[in-house]
């Protein structure tokens, strides 16, 4: 499952919880979008510099490293919400009902436990450099900010992988065919029409996040 999935939303406190959520997540996502931008005119500053002056920026290398931190972990949540991580859906797909939502719960239970052993691993290892004051080879930058950023995008991910499991308890519950905050599963045919219609323009906020009314 990729790209911008389908969520629906409604007037219950799930979705209310979940779209506070996902506002946070998305000015995460946006941290780590312009750590990016901004690396692209580092990386042109330092080959110019280079070239023209033979005067690299100093420490380059090492801004890149403490960089890749908020990269790649500021949209873990935000990713998890749209259903954008690469997954094998050979079999998902071919089911429904609670069946489908009872097997959606016991993975993303099986990955919370995996991401609350992350959260503590991650936290220790930056604990662990705050404390000696560890520092990179080549300038001395402090590097315990940026092992700070994956204990916190993982917290953010397991509230993300909670609010999941209570809408798929939910959708159990009511049998719901089309349960509101969780990534909808789409079938092949489906997800390659919204990839076409987003790469044309043609797709909007309206087509990606679909509200129903609340009668449940």
Request: some cysteine.
């Amino acid at each position: 499952m990729s790209g911008n999935a389908n969520i629906l939303q409604d007037d219950s406190g799930l979705s209310r919880i979940d779209r506070l959520l996902c506002r946070l997540e998305l000015w995460l996502t946006l941290a780590g979008g312009l750590v990016i931008f901004a690396l692209v005119f580092f990386a042109t500053a330092n080959v110019l510099g280079r070239w023209l002056f033979s005067l690299p920026i100093d420490g380059y290398i090492d801004w890149v490293e403490q960089a890749m931190a908020f990269m790649a972990f500021l949209g873990l949540a935000y990713m998890q919400r749209q259903g954008g991580h690469i997954r094998m859906d050979i079999v998902i797909v071919r089911i429904r009902g609670r069946f489908l939502w009872g097997t959606e719960f016991l993975s993303t239970l099986l990955m919370l436990l995996v991401t609350l052993v992350l959260v503590y691993g991650s936290f220790l290892h930056f604990w662990r450099a705050y404390a000696i004051g560890d520092s990179s080879l080549d300038i001395n930058l402090p590097t315990w900010p940026a092992k700070l950023v994956v204990p916190i995008a993982f917290t953010l991910l397991a509230v993300r992988l909670v609010l999941q499991l209570w809408a798929y308890v939910r959708a159990i519950r009511l049998n719901a065919k089309q349960p509101v905050a969780l990534p909808l599963v789409e079938d092949v045919a489906s997800t390659a029409s919204r990839d076409a219609a987003s790469l044309s323009g043609e797709n909007n906020t309206d087509e990606a996040v679909t509200t129903v009314a609340s009668r449940r």
